[in-house]
């Protein structure tokens, strides 16, 4: 970037940069005291916390602080709309506006990127030949002559559920690196080579712990080194880095490597296929014993010793002696295939992993699966985060800032402070600009049954139909399980005059699209819709939700987090339940008031927000909403 003179005043002030340049851009107080909080930030090397209510602007918020900075930084989104947003539009807003060139670049993950390697062994099939695949070939052919770097989404003709992608990309398990023939052209060479020479790289939270994780290891990563890290929708950290740096194997990570041997090993002459065939259907065996193993079995549980034992003992041991003769004994070395040379590696990174996964372990750690539709899950996951997040990132990177529209509970950042081990930290919290008072009704009644009711669904569906005729429709209404999604649903089709999407009934982005097109449609929903659903407008003009989002404790991690928090003398209920239910109450509430002219009602149906000792931890710590108990309200609301 060239030599930059402007300050954040210069750019985002009341007379700044963007208010001069952007039409309809307006001078918000709280984006610039966000700003010119991360410059200290970044100035002083100390992490940040910032909690920016919507309609704040907290992209803005910390591009202007980081690109005056001049330092090298990485922005990890939570969702792919939202890294897409600050590449796309921001970053030229912000150049058009100030005239700073902005040297900015997104990544994806390996699987969005072409792999020369295997694009061209895939093509190369006889079989091929009479499929009559020769037009995808020649499209495919026209698009490398002109892609810079091999982006699957600039290919608008592939359909999303197309196989023929998994066959051209690849993970870094089938990367056979430094001897590729390819590596002079390579797509993600390219990437990386650029992303080094970047000032500002733009990736989501995924593609950022799986990088952090191989930084570890020391070879392999894709994102170059940084000084700074910026966490946007920061409320969702802890699970994507739970997740991370852990150690997780599918069954299907076993099969492809028996695929991708058979394919390989077709027309080999330096192989001893009769043995080779043997030793993969050991592992094929194997890995079809463990599916068994869990048939009857609930979709997702812990692994207590017993189950770890026979894993071991049966299909575990099968599975590691098919690997140990592919990594030591079946001579891949002596063949001239590339591909061929890596497997053994491949092979015995799926046996540590294998061997990691099924030890025993300490509290602090997880053994647990959970059920696919064709595959089996196994994980070992961290119940704390904590001490790895300051081990291998805040010791490593100059600052970290963490950012999201919900990140207090009750006032205070102590709840994610905890469970992401931030000590130190400079803090800002920065309520949306506006006007709740008058925006907003917020809707609790008093004469329900309680959620552990038996009557409970039924109660809620009558209630959620007289809601629906004082609001015209117009209601999108979160659930927190599929029970209640379906009991509600079931009631109220057929006895409404309002449209009713139901969630699972066609794919997200198309039930979304439908509930913005028809303004009076309704929109029934479980978990994904609680965060990152943008539907400004009259078309969202009440938001129901059925019960307070408390993480369910049939979840195995969510179970084993309260054992241990239990076990260390604390209150898992007020130290962890509470406080995660309270920013997901807040992300789901996000949903409502978009912009200024939104107006809408908020409707929990769940009494123990009222009645309990714990309920008014939730209304604290939301805006100043006005509340009603009367369902007569609402029609005075809309008139």
Not at 351 to 372: A, G, H, P, T
Not at 597 to 618: A, E, M, P, Q
Request: with cysteine; hydrophobic share 40%.
């Amino acid at each position: 970037m060239p030599h930059i003179s402007l300050t954040i005043e210069e750019i985002l002030g009341p007379d700044g940069l963007l208010t001069r340049s952007i039409e309809g851009f307006e001078f918000r107080n709280s984006q610039m005291r966000m700003a010119l909080l991360i410059q200290d930030s970044l100035q002083q090397d100390t992490p940040a916390i910032v909690e920016a209510g919507t309609g704040t602007g907290k992209t803005f918020g910390y591009l202007v602080p980081l690109i005056l900075s001049k330092k090298k930084g990485v922005i990890a989104t939570g969702t792919k709309n939202l890294q897409e947003q600050v590449f796309f539009k921001d970053i030229p807003l912000l150049e058009k506006a100030t005239g700073l060139k902005i040297d900015a670049m997104i990544m994806k993950g390996r699987k969005n990127y072409l792999c020369l390697h295997r694009y061209h062994q895939y093509f190369s099939q006889p079989s091929l030949l009479e499929t009559g695949i020769e037009k995808t070939r020649q499209k495919m052919e026209a698009w490398l002559g002109k892609t810079e770097f091999a982006d699957r989404a600039e290919i608008s003709w592939l359909a999303d559920n197309d196989t023929l992608w998994d066959a051209l990309s690849a993970t870094s398990d089938q990367c056979i690196g430094a001897d590729c023939r390819f590596l002079d052209e390579c797509f993600l060479g390219r990437l990386r080579s650029k992303a080094a020479r970047s000032k500002i790289i733009i990736v989501n939270h995924h593609l950022f712990f799986a990088d952090m994780k191989v930084k570890r290891g020391g070879f392999g990563e894709i994102i170059p080194r940084f000084q700074v890290a910026v966490f946007d929708e920061a409320h969702s950290v802890e699970e994507v880095a739970t997740s991370f740096l852990g150690e997780t194997l599918s069954t299907n990570q076993l099969m492809e490597l028996v695929n991708d041997l058979e394919k390989e090993t077709k027309d080999s002459k330096y192989i001893d296929k009769k043995k080779l065939k043997k030793h993969l259907n050991t592992i094929r065996t194997g890995t079809e014993r463990l599916r068994i193993l869990f048939n009857d079995r609930k979709d997702k549980d812990r692994l207590d010793n017993e189950t770890l034992s026979i894993m071991n003992k049966g299909p575990a041991r099968e599975i590691r002696q098919g690997l140990k003769y592919i990594y030591e004994k079946a001579r891949f070395g002596e063949s001239d295939n590339a591909a061929l040379e890596a497997m053994p590696v491949r092979a015995r990174d799926l046996q540590d992993l294998l061997d990691q996964i099924l030890k025993k372990r300490d509290s602090k750690w997880l053994n647990w699966y959970e059920k696919r539709k064709r595959s089996l899950m196994l994980h070992a996951s961290p119940l704390d985060i904590s001490g790895r997040m300051n081990e291998l990132l805040y010791e490593k990177v100059q600052s970290v800032v963490f950012t999201s529209a919900t990140l207090s509970t009750n006032r205070t950042f102590d709840y994610i402070r905890s469970r992401l081990g931030l000590s130190d930290a400079l803090e800002g919290m920065y309520p949306s600009h506006f006007d709740f008072k008058t925006q907003t009704l917020m809707y609790i009644p008093r004469d329900l049954p309680p959620p552990n009711a038996p009557d409970f669904a039924l109660k809620v569906a009558g209630r959620v139909g007289e809601i629906l005729q004082m609001t015209q429709g117009r209601a999108l209404v979160l659930f927190t399980s599929y029970h209640n999604l379906n009991a509600v649903h079931q009631i109220l089709e057929g006895r409404t005059p309002y449209t009713i999407h139901r969630q699972g009934d066609a794919p997200r982005s198309l039930l979304l699209e439908e509930f913005r097109r028809d303004i009076h449609s309704v929109l029934l929903a479980t978990g994904s819709f609680w965060q990152g659903v943008d539907v400004p407008g009259e078309s969202l003009s009440c938001l129901i939700i059925d019960k307070l989002p408390f993480d369910s404790p049939g979840e195995p991690l969510v179970a084993a987090r309260i054992d241990a928090i239990r076990d260390m003398g604390g209150n898992p209920f007020m130290d962890y339940q509470v406080p995660s239910a309270i920013i997901s109450l807040k992300q789901g509430l996000g949903r409502l008031i978009r912009k200024n002219s939104d107006r809408g009602i908020l409707s929990v149906l769940d009494t123990r927000i009222v009645t309990s000792r714990y309920g008014r931890f939730f209304l604290d710590s939301l805006p100043e909403i006005p509340v009603s108990h009367e369902l007569s309200d609402i029609g005075r609301f809309f008139k």
